[in-house]
Nanobody
């Protein structure tokens, strides 16, 4: 079964940086697009960033554009989210995601907390 495992979350001060990682296994990672989502208490899960199977076509939500960078290393079956200039409103559980018909697959999430 598809497995996605996030890591790298933690507590940082506003203006700081974190790099999240998502290790993937049990599927052919290099032919699927990958995404990062986040969810804050009481809010819907929102798309943060996506990246194409070969690392092209990165896409970002307006709220993180210019601050976050999504990348991937297909040789390591890993997708990353570099988060800079963090703000308290970035506080959320961050999830790794891929769609392999007919299902969306999700990691367990990693908590990011940004203090002011």
């Amino acid at each position: 079964q598809v497995q996605l495992v996030e890591s790298g979350g933690g507590l940082v001060q506003a203006g700081g940086s974190l790099r999240l990682s998502c290790g993937a296994s049990r599927f052919t990672f290099s032919i699927y697009a990958m995404s990062w989502y986040r969810q804050s208490p009481g809010k819907e899960r929102e798309l943060v960033a996506t990246i194409g199977s070969a690392g092209g076509s990165p896409n970002y939500s307006d709220s993180v554009k210019g601050r976050f960078t999504i990348s991937r290393d297909n040789a390591k079956n890993t997708v990353y989210l570099q988060m800079n200039s963090l703000r308290p409103e970035d506080t959320a559980v961050y999830y790794c995601n891929t769609f392999i018909w007919p299902y969306n697959y999700w990691g367990q999430g990693t908590q990011v907390t940004v203090s002011s």
